[in-house]
């Protein structure tokens, strides 16, 4: 089953603005938008934004979701050495009726 | 406080099922579509399979390469769900994770790790 499209890295300096993007179809993304993921080695991920582009409060509005057609990207501002991790999008796929996930993107910030 | 705790660590040989506890506490499970996750070593996350809430029948959705070999089951009285996956291979090595979903997966489990090992 096909998946969703995430570049594998990304790197930035300290303090820049990293916007990172999510490929997929009318069926998924562009049906009822992704849902975006945060996860630190070893350790479960974690929800940055939901599909309403919602963020929960104990996320750092530094993390903006947006949407755009069948695109997805998730932009962090003010980079620090802890928003480096594996960064992945989510989307129910209408078509399939599966949940689908792109491969991951890690960011490293340098 | 919400959160879900998984049961501990397995290994299994190839040929063999193992089934992996989720409790659910601060919340009752059958209120949201609950997940199944895993990711293998140093791999990506892979969705698995879903519980409907009981308002929308309480059914089971699976992808296409598990829908033959996982079964999804509950109990009511300990707001546990448990994931079995059948047939196992060494490929099946990795972290099993549960989570819920509201829009996106949540709540998420500590993980699982289930090695296919002779």
């Given at each position: 089953q096909a998946g969703l499209t995430q570049p594998p890295s990304v790197s930035k300096d300290l303090g820049q603005t990293a916007t990172l993007t999510c490929t997929g179809d009318s069926n998924n993304v562009g049906y009822q938008g992704v849902a975006?993921?945060?996860?630190?080695?070893?350790?479960?991920p974690k929800?940055?934004?939901?599909?309403?582009?919602?963020?929960?409060?104990?996320?750092?509005?530094?993390?903006?979701?947006?949407?755009?057609?069948?695109?997805?990207?998730?932009?962090?501002?003010?980079?620090?050495?802890?928003?480096?991790?594996?960064?992945?999008?989510?989307?129910?796929?209408?078509?399939?009726?599966?949940?689908?996930?792109?491969?991951?993107?890690?960011?490293?910030?340098l | 406080q919400v959160q879900l705790v998984q049961s501990a660590a397995e290994v299994k040989k190839p040929g063999a099922s193992v089934k992996v506890s989720c409790e659910a506490s601060g919340f009752t499970f059958t209120n949201y579509y609950m997940h199944w996750v895993r990711q293998a070593p140093g791999q990506g996350l892979e969705w698995m399979t879903m519980l409907s809430p009981s308002r929308d029948g309480g059914g089971t959705t699976s992808a296409r390469k598990f829908r033959h070999r996982v079964t999804l089951t509950s109990d009511t009285s300990t707001n546990t769900v448990y994931m079995e996956?059948?047939?196992?291979?060494?490929?099946?090595t990795a972290v099993y994770f549960c989570a819920r979903e509201v829009e996106g997966f949540?709540?998420?489990?500590?993980?699982?790790?289930?090695?296919?090992?002779?």
């Open positions: 975006w993921l945060q996860q630190h080695q070893g350790h479960p929800l940055l934004s939901n599909r309403q582009n919602g963020r929960p409060s104990e996320i750092s509005d530094r993390f903006s979701a947006s949407r755009s057609g069948n695109s997805a990207s998730l932009t962090i501002t003010g980079l620090q050495t802890e928003d480096e991790a594996d960064y992945y999008c989510s989307a129910w796929d209408n078509s399939l009726s599966v949940w689908v996930l792109g491969g991951g993107t890690k960011l490293t910030v | 996956l059948s047939s196992l291979t060494y490929e099946d949540d709540v998420w489990g500590q993980g699982t790790m289930v090695t296919v090992s002779s």
